[in-house]
């Protein structure tokens, strides 16, 4: 089965052909399939968001392509349907609700897709019992708390049923209340309804969480790997500038003290199972 | 902070009013504030003010969520009054120095702060009874016929809505950004009025950049939400006119053409 989303080659320069030109992204080769929790992590100006933005098409390669569902998002007649596919959270809930109130901000993406008005009152429905905010759907936004407004967001793409999640830190502005809510919610929705997640974090412990990890560094793909491979090269990581999980962080300095230590232990669970052995 | 601001504040409610359809009442309420304008004499006045008086009734909105919204003109009405007192001319009925007050002006001057009062506190029952979205869907509807002489009527409806959404966030951030500044000692609060005109740089500079920054986000966000213009565009919210929405019509138009009557008779 071909991935959901592919990239090949895929090169992105900021401002080409000028003075300031920026080389984002450098030949980058991923491939996501169906049903992945993946998790993007890497320094600040790594790339994560102009990667994350060729997903939905918001961005076009400058060299090399990406495709979301077998189509070439520079295929300006289907890029509406790019767009449904792969739905985008970004960092500051404030920024990115449209509308007075939470159900009319779900609705503005289905409105835009021309979605017949009753059926977009099931998929206002839908999506809001799945983020857990129905009882809200008369509110007004700014009233909300941040984990609520990204929720609200989340539930905005939803309603666009897409197969692809992406959350540019999403949880980056949230407090650790609002994060674990988002982190459960999106969870939730991998695990129950098999909707695809990229979650660009820099967040390691949520990243512990994925099913696999990609690792960015300016503008190329370092590693990748599940979690347990990722995260047992600690002298790598630092190198870029990344912390470790918890977890992982506290197996590395057991090992430093002499202790021994199998490579890999990224969730408190195995670190408690190894402690107690 | 966002108490002050009644104009556009709705108060949810199930009255006649609050159901009517908002092209109905938008509308209505057109049409009436052109007609205070034809209004010259006093019996038409009772007829706006009666008409203004059962609408309120109806609302069941409190008469003080109303003036509330006469409140922040009454500088402008004053002023109205005291220009139209002191430069009409007319018989004087009162002198100081120079500046005279005359009846004519006294009589012009009181019936246009009236009008402006009608005005004031029609419009704020028609936002204090409509939701934010209703308005702005109203609006654009009714304006759709003109979208083809080039009225941009979609894009105005989502400029006045983004406008209501953000509101309450640019006050919320003015308010951080005042109380960081005052807990390193800024001053709004004393000084004249160019100084406190002054102290005001420092919330509106950065209230201004963040406005920009989240300007950019928001396009961005609904760009990622295939938000591509009005065209192909469907709403979820339907307006329906129904049996309530013709009797308000015609209230309406009986009593236009009753203020018509009084003033061409
Ligand atoms: N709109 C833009 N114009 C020019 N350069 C940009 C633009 N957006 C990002 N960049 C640059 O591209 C690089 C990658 O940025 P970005 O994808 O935002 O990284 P990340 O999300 O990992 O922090 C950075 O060097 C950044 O300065
Ligand atoms: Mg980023």
Redesign the interface.
């Known amino acids: 089965m071909a991935a959901l989303i592919s990239t090949e080659g895929l090169g992105h320069l900021y401002n080409q052909g000028q003075p300031n030109e920026v080389a984002a992204l450098v030949d980058v080769d991923v491939a996501i399939e169906g049903g992945e929790f993946i998790a993007v992590v890497g320094p600040n100006g790594s790339g994560k968001s102009t990667l994350a933005k060729h997903f939905?098409a918001?961005l076009l390669p400058t060299s090399g392509r990406v495709l979301v569902g077998g189509i070439d998002t520079r295929d300006q007649a289907r890029m509406?349907e790019v767009?449904?596919m792969a739905?985008?959270v970004?960092q500051?809930p404030?920024?990115?609700?449209?509308?007075?109130?939470v159900?009319?901000d779900v609705?503005?993406?289905?409105?835009?897709?021309?979605?017949?008005?009753a059926d977009?009152?099931t998929r206002?429905e839908q999506a809001l019992r799945w983020v857990g905010m129905l009882e809200h759907r008369r509110h007004?936004?700014?009233l909300l708390s941040g984990g609520q407004k990204q929720r609200v967001a989340i539930a905005?793409?939803l309603a666009?049923k897409p197969r692809c999640l992406i959350l540019d830190e999403a949880t980056a502005m949230l407090d650790p209340v609002g994060r674990d809510e988002v982190m459960a919610t999106v969870k939730w929705l991998n695990r129950e309804e098999g909707l695809t997640v990229v979650h660009i974090t820099h967040f390691m412990d949520e990243a512990a969480e994925a099913d696999r990890v990609l690792v960015m560094d300016r503008g190329q793909v370092r590693f990748a790997g599940a979690p347990r491979e990722v995260f047992s090269r600690p002298t790598e990581l630092r190198q870029i500038g990344l912390d470790l999980p918890a977890m992982a962080e506290l197996a590395d300095r057991l090992r430093r003290a002499g202790l021994e230590v199998p490579a890999g232990v990224t969730s408190v669970e195995e670190m408690v199972d190894l402690l107690c052995r | 902070m966002s108490r002050g601001l009644t104009v556009g504040q709705y108060l949810p409610g199930e009255s006649v009013i609050h159901r009517l359809d908002p092209r109905t009442k938008i509308a209505i309420v057109s049409v009436y504030v052109l007609a205070l304008f034809i209004i010259n004499n006093p019996w038409g006045y009772v007829a706006a003010v009666v008409f203004a008086v059962v609408a309120l009734a109806l609302s069941a909105v409190p008469l003080r969520y109303m003036l509330d919204g006469i409140k922040p003109i009454l500088v402008l009405i004053l002023l109205t009054l005291t220009l139209n007192v002191f430069m009409t001319p007319g018989t004087p009925i009162w002198r100081f120095g120079r500046v005279v007050a005359t009846r004519e002006g006294l009589i012009t001057g009181g019936f246009l702060a009236f009008r402006l009062i009608l005005l004031i506190a029609v419009t704020s029952l028609l936002t204090l009874t409509t939701s934010p979205v209703a308005l702005t869907d109203g609006l654009e509807r009714l304006l759709k016929p003109f979208a083809r002489l080039g009225l941009p009527a979609h894009e105005l409806a989502m400029m006045m809505t983004i406008a209501l959404r953000f509101i309450p966030t640019l006050l919320e951030e003015a308010e951080k950004i005042m109380k960081a500044q005052m807990a390193r000692g800024t001053d709004f609060e004393s000084g004249n009025l160019v100084r406190r005109t002054k102290a005001l740089i420092p919330l509106l500079v950065p209230l201004f950049i963040s406005s920009f920054r989240r300007a950019d986000e928001l396009a961005m966000a609904m760009e990622a939400r295939g938000y591509h213009g009005g065209a192909g565009r469907t709403r979820f919210r339907q307006l329906r006119v129904g049996p309530a929405d013709y009797v308000a019509g015609a209230v309406t138009a009986v009593f236009v053409a009753g203020l018509v009557y009084l003033r061409f008779r």
């Open positions: 939905n918001l509406w767009r449904r739905g985008m970004f500051n404030d920024n990115q609700i449209v509308a007075t109130t159900e009319e609705a503005f993406g289905p409105e835009n897709l021309g979605v017949p008005p977009i009152g206002i007004a936004p700014h905005g793409v666009m």
